[in-house]
């Protein structure tokens, strides 16, 4: 009878602090998800209302190599990219708010490659923020990333549907051209909309 009622008596605890163990659970793995999400973020920084991409960051440090000096850098050109910070649907009578994650990759797997700048321009043309604060080098087949935030009319951030990032590369020699990518996403209602756009070397026209 002791151990009858010593194993009632244990099952009767355990089910009184299980909703608890599960909540405690719960509230663990959400802060979990925040942590995870604010680590996420680190990948840019705002500087004076503006985005920069986050160099001081881990995610970035792992991909950086040490600075090649200027003199060494003999292949220099530029990569375009259209970006959308709105797009009109239903026929242009609504206008959508995008967010872009955008990725740019040293695509050479032995060579390391110079970013010299990268400017992110509006529809009309104005610059509107220096996303790279300095240069910085790519690891072989390193990447960094930068989040264009959905929030343009507080974070300053307004390219519209004509906005555009010209990045500024070099290297010491010949090397696949590097790669740049966003993902473009936005949702208004119950519809959510999202594409990739590819940025394209510039090839001067004489």
Same mark, same amino acid.
């Given at each position: 009878?002791?151990?009858?009622?010593?194993?009632?008596?244990?099952?009767?605890?355990?089910?009184?602090?299980?909703? @608890?163990?599960?909540?405690?659970?719960?509230?663990?793995?959400?802060?979990?998800?925040?942590?995870? &999400?604010?680590?996420?973020?680190?990948?840019?920084?705002?500087? $004076?209302?503006? =985005?920069?991409?986050?160099?001081?960051?881990?995610?970035?440090?792992?991909?950086?190599?040490?600075?090649?000096?200027?003199? @060494?850098?003999?292949? @220099?050109?530029?990569?375009?990219?259209?970006? %959308?910070?709105?797009?009109?649907?239903?026929?242009?009578?609504?206008?959508?708010? =995008?967010?872009?994650?955008?990725?740019?990759?040293? &695509?050479?797997?032995?060579?390391?490659?110079?970013?010299?700048?990268?400017?992110?321009? $509006?529809?009309?043309?104005?610059?509107?923020?220096?996303?790279?604060?300095?240069?910085?080098?790519? @690891?072989? =087949?390193?990447?960094?990333?930068?989040?264009?935030?959905?929030?343009?009319?507080?974070?300053?951030?307004?390219?519209?549907?004509?906005?555009?990032?010209?990045? $500024?590369?070099?290297?010491?020699?010949?090397?696949?051209?590097?790669?740049?990518?966003?993902?473009?996403?936005?949702?208004?209602?119950?519809?959510? %909309?999202?594409?990739?756009?590819?940025?394209?070397?510039?090839?001067?026209?004489?």
């Amino acid at each position: 009878m002791v151990r009858l009622s010593t194993a009632r008596e244990n099952l009767r605890v355990v089910r009184t602090l299980l909703p @608890k163990m599960v909540m405690g659970f719960g509230f663990a793995a959400i802060v979990t998800l925040a942590l995870q &999400a604010g680590a996420l973020a680190q990948a840019a920084r705002m500087v $004076d209302g503006k =985005m920069q991409i986050d160099l001081n960051s881990d995610r970035a440090k792992a991909s950086l190599a040490p600075a090649i000096d200027e003199s @060494k850098l003999k292949i @220099k050109a530029q990569v375009y990219l259209p970006l %959308y910070s709105s797009v009109v649907v239903g026929g242009g009578a609504t206008v959508v708010h =995008m967010g872009a994650n955008v990725t740019l990759r040293n &695509a050479s797997v032995d060579m390391p490659v110079t970013i010299q700048g990268a400017r992110y321009f $509006d529809r009309n043309g104005e610059l509107v923020s220096q996303l790279a604060p300095v240069a910085f080098t790519l @690891k072989p =087949m390193g990447t960094v990333e930068i989040f264009i935030p959905i929030t343009e009319a507080s974070v300053g951030i307004k390219g519209g549907r004509g906005g555009s990032i010209l990045v $500024d590369w070099a290297a010491e020699g010949s090397v696949p051209e590097p790669m740049m990518e966003a993902l473009v996403l936005g949702s208004v209602g119950n519809g959510s %909309y999202s594409f990739t756009v590819q940025g394209r070397g510039l090839t001067p026209v004489h």
